[in-house]
């Protein structure tokens, strides 16, 4: 892309004008001006100094002299030949009466006669009259003077500097507005020649001088900068197209700023204080913003589309644009704009931006949504390991052994939470490749093997992992009441995550349910106490549809249920507790009880299908280091939904123990196939007469719907003849 300069506007000062050169051209042009400026300070001042330039200034002046003299003379004669005589006063020149060749005083004047003295006063008053013609005549002389002065001062300068300047025209020819710029410079030298004689005049003069000399020169010594040229963007060292990024995108960052200066007290700036910002050093290239950084900064979202809108960078403070600052200021012309922007951020702020923001559609046109993950293959597993070798090149680490790389590629698919992906969120793969490599170094290994990327990780969790001891400790105590062992009615082991920061960790939670007669239906306690959110209130109401759907085709659903997670003091979302809701609802209808040792996550829908849930890998090992902690019994395991087995990416100790048969994971499909699992009783499969096997968990809680069916219908019809005899006994 070409240079961009700002150069003096010798016309107006407050409107810099901006010039554009080929890449290269730009930095050339501004040493060629700083070399004519040294030139000028050196050759002009030498102009002045020679002997023909002195005499010739001498003879405008002697020549002035001489026709001034003679006109004072005329003057003279003519006063002296009506009686008069020129004296020069501090006050100037005066007209005194003469007699007898001596001048009149006062008090010999008042002595006259009346008509003398009328005499005295006309011939005064006509002498006046010629005396100020007289003194007008040596004015045009004195101004005559001058402008010869003048011209002979921009003679000498012309002769100095015309052959420096139509050299640089020659050379800059083909480029547009460095001509005009040379032919602007060379007259605004020519007019102020006065700046080269006051650089004579301080040499000369001492040193307590030379401020009254700079005072009278505007307060400063001259330094012909407006003579330079402010090279804004500088392509000199591309090799094609710039591309950068702008980490701290301010409105001044963005589009530039012009700079101030402190002078006798006050503010000031010229041109040169003209600084550039990241769309001119990426202008005919590529910008890269945080959107979010753009959207904090004060006004630099609105500078930003004000730009590309326009297609054109106007430099403008931020406190002159809103008027909060009075500070005078430049307004430079405007330099075209063509840039391509680029934006990175959150899926949401695009999604807000194009909702609420008409223009954001119309400027940013090419969306690109970058996956979080790719698919676990061959070829994605070996760039994984060139993308770690990149990594330890450039930063100096231990290289990574096989196992090494296998371990952080199976830490990415971790990240993923599947197994067939691998995450692409290389911040964290490249912090545990710098960690590694550090461990590698202290157990003494030339390079990363996988106990050392396993320690890394170890240790990224214990500095994590505070609150999610603390919770442990409290449940082996006993303070959390969570069973691993025996079994029990309407109680089920639940699994939620706790999300904290960049650590998140399952953790174990006790759900109990109670029916009993009455006409409330299912009644989630969280969600009476606004302990529950939308989601978790949504997965308790599927179970109402459930009950329906599967127990009260032929009786009403005429019960009251109460859940609740036990020992909750936080608020609860989600629906992946739906489904261990729903087990502790069947348990405490059918009265059998559950195995304890089992915890349960996953969501169900009105027709029993277990669905997937989240977290699934935290939830298993929470669940486990639980039973580890208060022992394991070989019979303790998890019951997850059947579409999380692709997700499972857990840690080595539960993988070991689950292969050992300490520990065990059961996919789920459905309600019944849990249910069975829980109670260890089939669920059973409904009959054509709508029934189910007997002494199966479906019949039992189909018997016992009906129960509390019938028992409702018999309160109700005993209530109602009560209420009648009590009308008749009254009537």
Not at 227 to 242: F, I, K, M, Q
Not at 327 to 343: F, H, M, N, S, Y
Not at 448 to 464: L, T
């Amino acid at each position: 892309p070409d240079d961009w300069l700002y150069v003096n506007n010798f016309e107006d000062e407050d409107k810099p004008r901006a010039l554009r050169l080929p890449a290269g051209k730009g930095r050339e042009f501004r040493d060629d001006m700083d070399h004519l400026v040294e030139d000028l300070k050196s050759d002009v001042p030498r102009g002045f100094e020679s002997k023909e330039y002195e005499r010739e200034r001498e003879k405008i002046e002697e020549e002035f002299q001489d026709k001034a003299k003679q006109l004072f003379e005329k003057l003279n004669e003519r006063a002296q030949e009506r009686g008069f005589g020129l004296v020069q006063t501090p006050h100037g020149l005066m007209i005194v009466p003469i007699k007898d060749g001596e001048l009149l005083s006062p008090d010999e004047l008042e002595k006259m006669g009346e008509k003398e003295q009328q005499r005295v006063e006309r011939g005064r008053d006509e002498l006046q009259e010629e005396m100020r013609e007289t003194m007008r005549m040596v004015q045009d002389l004195q101004g005559e003077g001058k402008k010869r002065a003048r011209e002979l001062d921009q003679r000498v300068v012309g002769f100095a500097v015309d052959h420096l300047i139509n050299d640089l025209k020659e050379k800059y020819a083909p480029y547009d507005g460095v001509g005009r710029f040379l032919d602007e410079a060379r007259a605004f030298l020519l007019k102020n020649v006065h700046a080269f004689r006051q650089i004579k005049q301080m040499e000369e003069a001492p040193q307590q001088q030379k401020m009254a000399i700079a005072m009278m020169g505007g307060g400063r010594q001259p330094t012909f900068d407006e003579y330079r040229v402010n090279l804004v963007v500088d392509n000199s060292d591309c090799t094609g197209a710039p591309v950068d990024m702008e980490g701290n995108p301010t409105g001044p960052n963005l589009i530039g700023r012009i700079e101030h200066m402190g002078q006798f007290g006050t503010l000031v700036t010229n041109f040169g204080m003209i600084k550039g910002g990241a769309l001119h050093r990426c202008n005919g290239g590529y910008l890269m913003l945080d959107v979010y950084e753009v959207l904090t900064k004060p006004l630099s979202w609105h500078v930003l589309k004000r730009a590309l809108k326009n297609r054109e960078i106007t430099i403008e403070g931020m406190g002159e644009a809103y008027g909060l600052i009075t500070t005078r200021t430049l307004q430079p012309e405007p330099i075209p704009l063509d840039i391509k922007v680029i934006l990175t951020g959150d899926p949401y702020i695009y999604y807000l931006l194009y909702s609420y923001d008409p223009d954001f559609q119309e400027l940013f046109k090419v969306k690109a949504d970058f996956e979080t993950s790719i698919d676990w293959s061959e070829t994605t597993a070996e760039q994984y390991a060139q993308f770690i070798g990149n990594v330890c090149r450039e930063e100096k680490l231990k290289h990574f052994s096989p196992s090494g790389v296998a371990k952080v590629v199976e830490y990415g698919s971790r990240l993923a939470s599947n197994r067939k992906k691998i995450a692409t969120k290389f911040g964290e793969v490249v912090d545990l490749v710098r960690q590694a490599s550090y461990w590698a170094g202290t157990n003494g290994n030339k390079h990363v093997q996988a106990g050392d990327v396993k320690k890394a990780i170890d240790e990224q969790i214990y500095r994590s992992n505070r609150i999610e001891e603390r919770l442990r400790e409290m449940i082996e105590e006993g303070t959390i009441l969570i069973d691993t062992e025996g079994s029990e009615v309407g109680q089920v082991n639940g699994l939620a995550v706790l999300q904290l920061g960049d650590y998140a960790f399952g953790k174990p939670s006790r759900v109990t349910a109670r029916t009993h007669m009455g006409s409330n239906g299912v009644v989630n306690i969280d969600r009476e106490a606004k302990l529950g959110g939308p989601i978790h209130n949504k997965g308790t109401m599927i179970l109402s549809g459930y009950l329906g759907g599967k127990y009260a085709q032929e009786v009403p659903l005429t019960l009251t249920a109460s859940i609740t997670f036990e020992q909750l003091y936080e608020g609860v979302e989600g629906d992946s507790a739906s489904s261990t809701e729903l087990y502790a609802l069947l348990s405490s209808l059918s009265r059998l009880p559950v195995r304890q040792e089992l915890a349960i996550t996953g969501s169900v829908n009105q027709h029993g299908e277990v669905q997937a849930i989240g977290g699934v890998n935290e939830k298993i090992e929470g669940y486990f280091e639980v039973c580890r902690a208060k022992g394991l019994t070989g019979r303790q395991g998890v019951m997850i939904p059947a579409a999380n087995c692709l997700h499972l990416m857990l840690r080595e100790p539960v993988v070991e123990a689950v292969a050992a048969g300490r520990f065990h994971i059961y996919p789920i499909e459905t309600i019944d196939q849990g249910i069975g699992l829980l109670t260890g009783t089939e669920a059973g499969e409904r009959q054509e007469d709508g029934t189910y096997p007997e002494s199966t968990v479906n019949w039992l809680v189909q018997n016992r719907i009906r129960d509390l069916a019938e028992k409702a219908k018999a309160f109700g019809k005993e209530e109602a003849g009560e209420e009648k005899e009590e009308e008749e006994e009254y009537a």
